[in-house]
């Protein structure tokens, strides 16, 4: 049986996180959407259907198992949506009569046989996935799907509940001061062996675990309030990390974090609150840049998705940015706001517009092309060096294709700004 993970035609539902990203690399909790669904199919074949852009990334990260190869389809097949949010409860086995499971519209997971893949697929993933839907047997099921980027949000705490449990090792292994304290339950935490615990931080594990993975530092005068999960090579200066959050690998945090997903390799250092929001990698959160996850009528939030203000159906919603955006000191954040990838946003003193595009600068409360494309790369390219990373060439042929896939929307505000 050969595991098949692909990103079906939702996936810009998710912008700005999906820009340059599957959607099954997105995280939730402590892992990725897909090392939930490795976790649970174990150590099997897998292979995996993306946007053919970002296909050459995917295959640096996964050498050794093929990328938008149809061939690699000849097999018996468990064939599974990349937005399932798998989790250590949900009764999906492998091995199993041919079936299509349908949420709604959706196919969440196909089981098929050799015989059956050969009789329906031709030369379109998106032909031969339709094809099985029409064709065989359909069963709704109730799995988790991942639709918007709030929903990741939401079903943090929840998921770094289901991460802890499914943690091989549980415990104090690094270092660990009798100046620091855990309150709560000291078996609902996990300290790495190569992480470290300064002297007078908290590990609140009463609400929920605490995860410190390896390499982490905790400073002093932290407080983090489980479930809550730091990843690898992270710092957390003397801030309080509020119930339902994720951080790291690869980030540098202060002031206060509640129920947010800071993807990776981001900085939040300075003071600033930062709640119910997911930040993805490269990003920079200046000084005091806080943003609003309520609204002071306590009404459901609206968010941007692909252009329109969308309902959440939720009260508590922050903010969504994307790759490589920085904010200068004292940038507050409207609610439900949404910041596009490679953006420069200046602060105007007050709340700043819930929308602002990729590949710009917002400076004196007015939409900017900025230096041009050339100039965001130069300033990428000193981020990531400073983490001793590098852009290939392929990550700049990404970016290159995101900034012309944006440029209508983009073109179209600044004209607006003019006018």
Not at 173 to 186: H, M, N, R, T, V
Not at 384 to 391: A, D, N, Q, T
């Amino acid at each position: 049986m050969k595991v098949c993970v692909f990103e079906d035609r939702d996936y810009d539902k998710l912008y700005p996180l999906t820009y340059l990203r599957a959607t099954f690399e997105l995280k939730c909790g402590h892992t990725s959407l897909l090392e939930k669904i490795k976790r649970k199919f174990g150590a099997g074949t897998f292979c995996y259907f993306a946007r053919e852009q970002l296909a050459p990334g995917l295959k640096t990260k996964m050498p050794d198992e093929s990328v938008n190869d149809l061939d690699a389809l000849r097999d018996d097949l468990l064939i599974i949506n990349g937005r399932w949010l798998a989790s250590g409860t949900d009764d999906l086995q492998a091995d199993g009569p041919e079936e299509v499971g349908i949420s709604g519209e959706t196919l969440v997971y196909a089981r098929v046989k050799a015989d059956t893949v050969q009789k329906h697929l031709k030369d379109d993933f998106f032909g031969f996935i339709d094809s099985i839907k029409s064709n065989l047997k359909n069963k709704d099921v109730s799995l988790k799907l991942i639709s918007f980027p709030w929903d990741l949000v939401s079903s943090n705490g929840d998921a770094i509940k289901d991460d802890f449990d499914m943690l091989s090792q549980k415990g104090i292994s690094g270092k660990f001061p009798p100046q620091a304290a855990i309150y709560g339950d000291a078996d609902r935490a996990y300290v790495a062996e190569t992480a470290k615990i300064h002297p007078f931080v908290v590990l609140d594990t009463s609400g929920g675990p605490v995860i410190i993975d390896e390499g982490a530092i905790i400073y002093p005068f932290s407080r983090i309030e489980g479930p809550a999960c730091i990843g690898k090579d992270t710092q957390i200066h003397g801030a309080k990390i509020r119930e339902g959050t994720a951080i790291g690998p690869v980030c540098m945090v202060g002031g206060e974090v509640e129920e947010s997903i800071i993807h990776g390799y981001a900085n939040k250092f300075h003071d600033g609150f930062l709640g119910h929001s997911y930040i993805c990698e490269w990003v920079n959160l200046g000084a005091q840049t806080t943003n609003s996850d309520i609204k002071n009528d306590y009404s459901q939030v609206q968010v941007y998705v692909k252009g329109e203000l969308t309902d959440t159906n939720q009260t508590k919603v922050g903010c969504f940015i994307g790759d490589h955006t920085k904010t200068s000191i004292g940038t507050l954040l409207n609610t439900g706001s949404v910041f596009g990838m490679m953006s420069n946003v200046m602060s105007i003193g007050g709340l700043l517009p819930k929308f602002i595009p990729s590949f710009c600068w917002f400076m004196n409360n007015k939409i900017l092309k900025g230096y041009g494309f050339r100039m965001f790369i130069k300033t990428a390219e000193t981020v990531v060096s400073r983490r001793g990373r590098k852009l290939t060439e392929d990550d700049i042929r990404l970016l290159e294709y995101t900034y012309k896939l944006v440029k209508p929307e983009r073109d179209a505000l600044i004209k607006k700004e003019r006018m």
